[in-house]
């Protein structure tokens, strides 16, 4: 039961980061290119495929993770009236550092408006960016 409740945490957060990151696509689409600069700022990238102008916006920090672990014991114990066998198991876990990358892609036509956007990367990383779409 105690999983249950951090990993519906999670997913409501990431189904939060994502419905929020689609909205603010939608909300840019048929914009001037200059709107997506005003909310997610100088692109890192800039690249041309097929004659399509593609910007890149790509954001990286360091996010912790609880990594559980799990340990089984078993022993006998002894008693002056009998010998017992008895088993324990013990949960803990630790906190690891891990480097998370968010990317964000929008497909620029020639006159300069946003057509297609997208991105790739965890929610932990991503938050950054559906929070400036949606300010």
């Not at 980061?17 to 800039?46: H, I, T």
């Not at 990358?101 to 497909?107: G, H, R, S, Y």
Request: proline content about 4%; some cysteine.
């Amino acid at each position: 039961m105690r999983a249950i409740i951090p990993l519906s945490a999670l997913l409501l957060l990431s189904a939060c980061v994502s419905d929020q990151l689609n909205s603010g696509f939608d909300r840019m689409r048929n914009q001037p290119l200059s709107v997506a600069m005003d909310r997610l700022g100088v692109p890192s990238s800039e690249r041309i495929i097929a004659g399509r102008h593609i910007y890149t916006w790509t954001h990286t920090e360091l996010i912790s993770t609880f990594q559980p672990s799990t340990s089984f014991t078993t022993a006998k114990a002894f008693a002056k009236s009998s010998d017992s066998k008895y088993t324990a198991n013990t949960f803990g876990g630790t906190t690891v550092q891990t480097s998370a990358t968010c990317k964000i892609e929008a497909e620029v036509d020639g006159q300069g408006s946003v057509r297609n956007l997208s991105y790739d990367g965890p929610v932990a990383a991503c938050g950054k960016y559906a929070q400036a779409m949606n300010r």
